[in-house]
């Protein structure tokens, strides 16, 4: 019986990741629970367990008295006579332990023992379904679609589901059950059913994660991704460094012909990705971050958050982009409010003229476009 109680307990370690020093806990409590239903106290009753073997141990700590007729609680108390067949050396007074059989225990108590042991282990599962998951919090990981609930879908991990609400959907996005996907790990909650999930495809956090799975130089800390702007389904920008002069961060996440980009573009069910250098210049960064269009001047202010943005008439509509998401995700990404203007609006505006900017920023730090200045701000 030890035995296949043994190799119970390493399957269930084994299955379900809970320790055997916790079933073992838990089998000496539901044998304390069945004494508490069957005697209706168990304040003097130890149990213990042998963990090599095993073999289990109940005992009752009583007092001895001289005889039957003195025994006020068959619980507490106990009589010489039958102390001694427990310990020769019994006397009235003193304290003597009994062995408790626990096939005394009726169908009840014996019962209560079992779902107390059930109750233990699934509380266990439970908590080591929660731990595994809350350390994969703000991170990425492969689901299969499983089913959809109203407009919500349910997705499985492997040990537990994933709620992927509506508004964490990316509109252009159709999953069929079976389907495998990347998600992000937006919350993990504990609740009394288990690990509550809640997952994204829409977070900037998710085009981040897989990137530093994707591309090495991320992962290790060679290329560091700056900034991140996304517009789910639709387009993402993304500013990427780094403090090794013979890498090209831009390069490293595109790969060989596009290959590392492109296997992230194709998980997010074809959204483009923008990839730009960081700058630390505020003018360099925000002519990156408005690409593929070409730039005449950026005039920015660092106090204020705000630049203004001269580009050749032509460029205009690919500066802005449509709908004005180009412009909308440089401004996210940078963190400032941007103004763009074509060169003919830009002279008909003084307030755009290079002159009256070069004022306020003395120290030269925007020489670069001086000579777009001289010759397309003169009045």
Same mark, same amino acid.
């Given at each position: 019986?030890?035995?296949e109680?043994?190799?119970?307990l ?53 007092e001895?008295v ?17 102390a ?70 349910s ?16 509109k ?40 530093e ?23 993402t ?17 595109v ?27 505020? +003018?360099?960064?925000? $002519? @990156? !971050?408005?690409?593929? #269009? ?6 920015? /202010?660092?106090?204020?958050? &705000? ?13 802005? +982009?449509?709908?004005? $998401? @180009? !412009?909308?995700?440089? #401004? ?6 941007? /103004?763009?203007?074509?060169? &003919? ?35």
């Amino acid at each position: 019986m030890n035995k296949e109680l043994m190799t119970a307990l390493d399957m269930l370690e084994k299955e379900k990741e809970i320790s055997k020093e916790t079933l073992f806990e838990a089998i000496e409590n539901s044998l304390m629970t069945a004494c508490k239903n069957h005697f209706g106290k168990a304040d003097n009753i130890t149990v213990t367990i042998d963990r090599e073997t095993c073999d289990y141990k109940v005992i009752a700590e009583k007092e001895v008295v001289a005889g039957e007729e003195e025994v006020e609680d068959a619980c507490l108390q106990i009589a010489l006579a039958d102390a001694l067949k427990y310990s020769k050396k019994a006397k009235v007074g003193e304290m003597v332990q009994v062995k408790i059989e626990s096939k005394e225990f009726g169908r009840i108590a014996a019962q209560n023992a079992k779902n107390v042991i059930l109750q233990k282990i699934r509380e266990e599962e439970r908590s080591v379904i929660y731990n595994q998951y809350f350390e994969k919090e703000k991170d990425i990981m492969t689901g299969i679609v499983q089913r959809y609930i109203g407009k919500n879908i349910s997705i499985d991990l492997g040990k537990a589901e994933a709620l992927l609400n509506e508004n964490e959907q990316v509109k252009t996005e159709h999953f069929k059950p079976t389907d495998r996907i990347k998600v992000y790990i937006l919350e993990v909650k504990n609740t009394t059913k288990g690990a509550r999930i809640l997952v994204s495809r829409t977070h900037p956090e998710l085009v981040k994660r897989l990137f530093e799975a994707e591309v090495a130089e991320i992962a290790d800390g060679t290329v560091e991704i700056k900034a991140i702007a996304r517009e789910a389904g639709s387009r993402t920008k993304m500013a990427v460094w780094s403090d090794n002069p013979n890498v090209d961060p831009v390069g490293a996440c595109v790969g060989m012909n596009g290959s590392r980009v492109n296997t992230i573009v194709d998980e997010l069910r074809g959204e483009k990705i923008d990839i730009i250098n960081w700058d630390e210049n505020p +003018g360099n960064l925000i $002519q @990156n !971050a408005l690409s593929p #269009a070409k730039i005449v001047a950026v005039f920015a /202010d660092p106090d204020e958050k &705000t630049a203004k943005v001269v580009v050749p008439d032509y460029q205009l509509s690919l500066a802005i +982009g449509k709908e004005g $998401q @180009n !412009a909308r995700l440089a #401004a996210r990404l940078t963190g400032y409010k941007i /103004d763009i203007k074509s060169e &003919t609006q830009a002279k008909d505006a003084p307030g755009f003229r290079y002159e009256d900017y070069m004022d306020e920023y003395e120290d030269g730090e925007y020489e670069e476009y001086e000579e777009y200045s001289e010759e397309g701000y003169e009045e």
